[in-house]
Nanobody, 122 residues
Framework: QVQLVESGGGLVQAGGSLRLSCAAS????????MGWFRQAPGKEREFVAS?????EYADSGKGRFTISRDNAKNTVYLQLNRLKPEDTAVYYC??????????????????WGQGTQVTVSS
């Protein structure tokens, strides 16, 4: 059974940093498309970043967020720098069965974690 477990969320002041981790178990995702999404209260879930043979970011995170992966640990990371109050959301890790490149579409992902809360105070 595939499981994705996020960690690293928390409360941080504006301008601060957090590093989110997503540990996968049940199968290896070393070549698969992985992504991070987020959902703020009252808003729809939105794309944040994706990694495959390439990397893609939403405009909101370009220059501030960095996605990476450690295939030996079957883990994907999202480094969040220069955080803003509008980055407050539950952040979800997602994994796809595909290896064809990054994707912004949540429908392309087959497995999801439970989410980790990121709260940025002003």
């Amino acid at each position: 059974q595939v499981q994705l477990v996020e960690s690293g969320g928390g409360l941080v002041q504006a301008g601060g940093s957090l590093r989110l981790s997503c540990a996968a178990s049940g199968r290896t995702f070393s070549r698969n498309t992985m992504g991070w999404f987020r959902q703020a209260p009252g808003k729809e879930r939105e794309f944040v970043a994706s990694i495959s043979w390439n990397i893609e970011y939403a405009d909101s995170g370009k220059g501030r967020f960095t996605i990476s992966r450690d295939n030996a640990k079957n883990t994907v990371y999202l480094q969040l720098n220069r955080l803003k109050p509008e980055d407050t959301a539950v952040y979800y890790c997602a994994a796809s069965d595909t290896i064809w490149g990054t994707s912004r579409m949540s429908a392309q992902y087959n497995y999801w974690g439970q989410g980790t809360q990121v709260t940025v105070s002003s």
